[in-house]
């Protein structure tokens, strides 16, 4: 049997909710934000319902819409006691994959221009993604969500998501503001200065942050170390 991810116990959930086919699985992640924080190919998530039905956590039934047939995937007592143990598990870290960030790191290997681009189109690429999830978001805020009994997890949840654009395009419309300034990508004395000051805030944003880690951690003892 494959061994069950994390993309596994996210489609478990979804059958938490209610049952579904495996095309009504990958159509609703397709319209709802999850897919913004467990991006996965509609392929991988069309082989999850199987899985789970071989690890006993759901099972695999038929059912008709008219002369259509169709495999319905249902959660089972011990589906509900896994994916319970499974949310008492810690979760990975925030884990970024960003390449037009990467871009930017290394902006010095090419022109001004281009590095506005790449500043640009970070700044694009949110917009777009909030106006690709704005008639979900409006239904939400409207109609409300399919299932009201989840409202509460799904406001907090989406809060995050709504937090990560603003803060993308925050940081774009800056970073846009201040490399329109350099006269080139090769530091000047100028840019070296204005490169110690942000350094320094940032490292005094870190700290904070750090600050808050459960006392004991390792982070924390390396806080206090900075400090």
Same mark, same amino acid.
């Given at each position: 049997m494959r061994p069950l991810t994390a993309t596994? !116990?996210?489609?478990?959930?979804?059958?938490?909710?209610? $049952?579904?086919?495996? !095309?009504?699985?990958?159509?609703?992640?397709?319209?709802?934000n999850i897919r913004l924080i467990w991006?996965? /190919?509609?392929?991988?998530? !069309?082989? +999850?319902?199987?899985?789970?039905?071989a690890h006993g956590l759901a099972t695999a039934g038929v059912a008709r819409t008219g002369a259509r047939r169709r495999t319905v995937y249902r959660i089972t007592p011990r589906g509900r006691?896994?994916?319970?143990?499974?949310?008492d598990e810690p979760g990975a /870290?925030?884990?970024l994959e960003f390449e037009s960030m990467v871009k930017v790191v290394y902006g010095d290997f090419g022109t001004k221009e281009q590095l506005l681009t790449n500043i640009r189109r970070i700044r694009d690429g949110a917009a777009e993604r909030a106006g690709a999830s704005l008639p979900l978001v409006q239904e939400l805020a409207g109609v409300g969500p399919r299932f009201p009994e989840r409202a509460h997890v799904i406001a907090v949840a989406d809060r995050f998501l709504v937090d990560v654009l603003q803060t993308t395009l925050r940081?774009?419309?800056? $970073? %846009?503001?201040?490399? +329109?300034?350099?006269?080139?990508?090769?530091?000047?004395r100028a840019m070296a200065a204005q490169a110690r000051k942000?350094? $320094? %805030?940032? $490292?005094?944003?870190?700290?904070a942050i750090a600050a808050q880690a459960p006392r004991g951690s390792k982070d924390a003892s390396h806080a206090r170390r900075a400090r």
């Amino acid at each position: 049997m494959r061994p069950l991810t994390a993309t596994s !116990y996210a489609v478990l959930g979804l059958l938490a909710v209610r $049952a579904r086919s495996a !095309y009504e699985l990958v159509g609703h992640i397709k319209r709802s934000n999850i897919r913004l924080i467990w991006p996965r /190919a509609a392929s991988k998530l !069309y082989e +999850e319902p199987k899985t789970l039905v071989a690890h006993g956590l759901a099972t695999a039934g038929v059912a008709r819409t008219g002369a259509r047939r169709r495999t319905v995937y249902r959660i089972t007592p011990r589906g509900r006691h896994a994916l319970r143990r499974w949310l008492d598990e810690p979760g990975a /870290a925030l884990l970024l994959e960003f390449e037009s960030m990467v871009k930017v790191v290394y902006g010095d290997f090419g022109t001004k221009e281009q590095l506005l681009t790449n500043i640009r189109r970070i700044r694009d690429g949110a917009a777009e993604r909030a106006g690709a999830s704005l008639p979900l978001v409006q239904e939400l805020a409207g109609v409300g969500p399919r299932f009201p009994e989840r409202a509460h997890v799904i406001a907090v949840a989406d809060r995050f998501l709504v937090d990560v654009l603003q803060t993308t395009l925050r940081w774009s419309e800056w $970073a %846009e503001g201040v490399v +329109e300034q350099w006269s080139g990508t090769k530091q000047d004395r100028a840019m070296a200065a204005q490169a110690r000051k942000v350094l $320094a %805030e940032n $490292a005094t944003a870190v700290e904070a942050i750090a600050a808050q880690a459960p006392r004991g951690s390792k982070d924390a003892s390396h806080a206090r170390r900075a400090r």
